[in-house]
């Protein structure tokens, strides 16, 4: 088992930055691929980004690519989303995903989840 703890969020104005953190407690956070998730009111949660257990990376293109950037610290067994340039649009819930497999992209291929982390961005 994997518990996933995330943090960082909040309220920012639009064109702000935050950087979202999820430690996972297990000695073998480098064996899992991660992912970050969003779900905004009323929709399913979507895949913001995803990084493997050697750091290849895989973006949302139409929310994330270009402003968000995924990446991961074996040695602190803690995953990062940094945000820039945030939109009104990147209000959500953020959740920190965590799976065995290799390389995951669908919510329905990751075993762990966090609790969820509120951003929320303001015009």
């Known amino acids: 088992q994997v518990q996933l703890v995330e943090s960082g969020g909040g309220l920012v104005q639009a064109g702000g930055s935050l950087r979202l953190s999820c430690v996972a407690s297990t000695r073998t956070f480098n064996n899992y691929a991660m992912g970050w998730f969003r779900q905004a009111p009323g929709s399913e949660r979507a895949l913001v980004a995803a990084i493997t257990r050697y750091g290849a990376t895989t973006y949302n293109t139409d929310s994330a690519k270009g402003r968000f950037t995924i990446s991961r610290d074996n040695a602190e067994d803690t995953l990062y989303l940094l945000m820039n340039s945030l939109k009104p649009e990147d209000t959500g819930v953020y959740y920190c995903?965590?799976?065995?497999?290799?390389?995951?992209?669908?919510?329905?291929?990751?075993?762990?989840w966090g609790q969820g982390t509120q951003v929320t961005v303001s015009s």
């Open positions: 995903a965590a799976t065995n497999r290799g390389i995951a992209t669908r919510a329905y291929e990751f075993e762990f």
